[in-house]
């Protein structure tokens, strides 16, 4: 089973800038669709942002614009590069596998990333 460590979040003040990584138990980075989440309490981990094994990307609404995703094949790595982050970004962030088309996570969960944007 493939396993996920993210790393890279802190807290930040608004229009600030965070990337986070996400590095892989196996050489899956590249092959198959990754996707990163992200969850506040009370609510539903959503998909934010998609790369599939071709390349293709696709984001939220919500962050389109703003966030950046990509891999590093090489370093079993996938990375979230956030940008003009504001508040409402503020979450746990994880990445998984991804089925493309209902953006459903196929694996395991890590433990995730805290991301925190504050004044």
């Known amino acids: 089973q493939v396993q996920f460590v993210e790393s890279g979040g802190g807290l930040v003040q608004p229009g600030e800038s965070l990337r986070l990584s996400c590095t892989a138990s196996?050489?899956?980075?590249?092959?198959?669709?990754m996707g990163w989440y992200r969850q506040t309490p009370g609510k539903q981990r959503e998909l934010v942002a998609k790369?599939?094994?071709?390349?293709?990307?696709d984001y939220a609404d919500s962050v389109k614009g703003r966030f950046t995703i990509s891999r590093d094949p090489a370093k079993n790595t996938a990375y979230l590069q956030m940008n003009s982050l504001k508040p409402e970004d503020t979450a746990i962030y994880y990445c998984?596998?991804?089925?493309?088309?209902?953006?459903?996570?196929?694996?395991?969960w890590g433990q995730g990333t805290q991301v925190t944007v504050s004044s």
């Open positions: 998984n596998l991804v089925r493309w088309r209902s953006g459903e996570a196929l694996a395991s």
């Open positions: 196996g050489s899956i980075v590249g092959i198959y669709p």
């Open positions: 790369m599939s094994s071709g390349g293709t990307t």
